[in-house]
């Protein structure tokens, strides 16, 4: 358990300094990610990002573990 539980912050901690280079190519973007926009405030829900995150993150768990 602790081993997977350092490999996830690893990742958690590459994808914070990815995370320029990430936007770059459209990654927090995508479609079907929520962004409201008003004159007070700002809402963005990203549904399509954190469905992709979590794809890779069990792939990536999953080979770890076979």
């Known amino acids: ?3 997977v539980l350092i490999i996830v912050g690893l990742v958690i901690v590459a994808i914070g300094v990815l995370w320029p280079w990430l936007t770059r190519i459209g990654l927090g973007r995508l ?3 929520i962004l409201i926009e008003r004159e007070n ?7 399509t990002t954190g ?5 890779v993150l069990s792939v990536i768990l999953w080979l ?3």
């Open 1 to 3: 358990m602790s081993r």
């Open 31 to 33: 479609p079907g990610d």
């Open 41 to 47: 405030f700002t809402i963005y829900i990203p549904i």
């Open 51 to 55: 469905l992709l995150f979590s794809v």
């Open 64 to 66: 770890i573990n076979r």
